[in-house]
């Protein structure tokens, strides 16, 4: 990608800063309370259900972090808006939108279809 001049990187890292707390955020409120023994079946049950949810959050938000880690490194490293795939570059609008993206539109796209027809 071009050399991003101040105010872009400056907005950029702004906005992965503040992805990087709600992440943490997300982190510290997924691991709640589940150590009191449950009084029934249906108490035990909605406990299940809700250390499951906190699992999920927990790997979504842990993900989100290493996004975030890994585009600060390319930022820093200066590759930060080249596909990964194909090497060119990230439309501007795309890393506006979605500030941790490898990949450009086009191979983003390549890239899901195959990820779906390799789940079938």
Known sequence: MPL?????RAALLKRLD??????????RNANGDHDHAPVDRAEQAEIDRTIDV?????AI????????????AR????????CMTCSMDIA??????H????RCAKCQA???????SSAC
Do not use: I, W
């Open 54 to 58: 906190d699992r999920g959050v927990d």
């Open 110 to 116: 390549a890239f899901d279809r195959s990820a779906r």
């Open 92 to 97: 501007p609008d795309r890393l506006t939108a």
């Open 99 to 102: 500030p941790t993206a490898v």
């Open 75 to 82: 930022l820093e490293g200066g590759t930060y808006g080249r």
């Open 18 to 27: 503040t992805m990087r707390r709600e992440a943490l955020e997300q982190l």
């Open 4 to 8: 991003l001049n101040e105010k872009v």
């Open 61 to 72: 938000a842990r993900q989100a972090l290493s996004e975030v880690d890994e585009a600060q």
